[in-house]
């Protein structure tokens, strides 16, 4: 067999269709010729795709399907990591706001004079912000 | 091997109807004759389709696409061409612009592989090319990964090698179904086979891999 011969028998020889002795024969030469082998190798590569049957291929989707996850790439964490990271953000996040709500629920910021003017409080708390209880002079005058 | 459900008998059965008689049937206004015509040559067109793209929903997309022209165009249909392969000629049609369509990936050969494609490459490489024959099956690596390298084929050079290989047209049936001359067709055969030995070469080069030592 020469390399014509092997390379237009590597469709059937990949389908398993090649009659015993022509297969043995092909693959005798495989062994001693470097670059059919590598030919055959590279043939390889898309046969799945190029010189599969139909069968075949359902065989490749649908028998995957079941026990294998669809490719991701290495970069994209995995199921579980994302439901745990995810959470551990949620957590996070929850943290927050509930520190920021009980912020401010618990301690009012100091009203200036203006808003308390403006809020029409008690002449008596405007007060308490207008005058001091002590000015300099009083220690002066003390 | 297209015209098989044009004379194909089933003992002790109805004779099968040509599909030109069907043809004839739905021109004729009865549309319903259609959907035997569609049931006949679907699986062998998504098939055909698969050869192109891997989602299973494009390809659908596509085998549709592919009957609705047909329908459109059935008007223009000349019986001294086996229906089967005036169906065919679309679906190429169909593909090719939707090869076109999409953008070439090239720079994804050389990204990360899952770990199944490792594997596999690491079978391709090292098994005996007895060990290969068959090793394929149920490896949906070994599929996906084959379309991953086709993919960075330009749409012309994917499309020769599928319908020279896969489809098994000769330089002939192939210019006259794309409209391009046999030395274009020659030429583009040549240059997908380098383009995929190179890309197979980058693909395969950072792991020192034999098969392009």
């Known amino acids: 067999m020469n390399c014509f011969q092997a390379r237009k028998e590597f469709p059937n020889f990949w389908r398993e269709h090649l009659a015993p002795p022509i297969a043995d024969e092909l693959a005798g030469h495989l062994e001693c010729c470097g670059l059919c082998e590598q030919a055959y190798r590279l043939f390889a590569l898309t046969a799945p795709v190029l010189h599969s049957a139909p069968e075949a291929v359902e065989a490749m989707l649908g028998g995957a399907d079941a026990e294998r996850p669809a490719r991701r790439p290495r970069s994209a964490p995995a199921g579980d990591a994302v439901g745990q990271r995810g959470m551990v953000w949620t957590a996070l996040s929850m943290l927050v706001a509930a520190s920021v709500i009980a912020y401010f629920a618990v301690a009012s910021p100091g009203e200036s004079l203006t808003d308390a003017l403006s809020n029409n409080r008690p002449s008596s708390a405007i007060s308490a912000v207008q005058e001091p209880a002590s000015s300099f002079l009083d220690d002066f005058a003390g | ?213």
């Open chain 2, 1 to 213: 091997m297209l015209g098989v459900a044009s004379t194909a008998r089933v003992e002790g059965a109805e004779p099968v109807r040509p599909d030109e008689d069907l043809v004839a049937e739905v021109r004729a206004g009865e549309t319903a004759a259609f959907a035997e015509l569609a049931s006949r040559h679907r699986r062998r067109i998504e098939h055909l389709c698969r050869r192109f793209f891997t989602d299973p929903e494009p390809v659908r997309d596509l085998t549709q696409e592919c009957f609705l022209r047909a329908f459109a165009g059935l008007s223009s249909y000349r019986a001294e061409m086996p229906f089967a392969a005036w169906i065919r000629t679309i679906a190429i049609n169909v593909c090719y612009d939707e090869l076109r369509r999409r953008r070439r990936k090239p720079e994804e050969l050389v990204a990360d592989f899952a770990g199944g494609e490792t594997e596999w490459l690491e079978l391709v490489n090292h098994a005996s090319p007895e060990e290969l024959a068959g090793a394929a099956e149920e490896r949906r690596e070994a599929y996906t990964l084959a379309h991953r390298l086709l993919d960075s084929l330009r749409p012309e050079d994917r499309m020769v090698l599928v319908l020279k290989d896969s489809e098994e047209m000769g330089v002939r049936a192939i210019a006259e179904t794309l409209g391009w001359s046999e030395a274009k067709v020659k030429i583009r055969a040549f240059r997908a086979r380098q383009a995929l030995r190179k890309q197979a070469s980058r693909m395969m080069g950072a792991r020192r891999f034999r098969i392009f030592k």
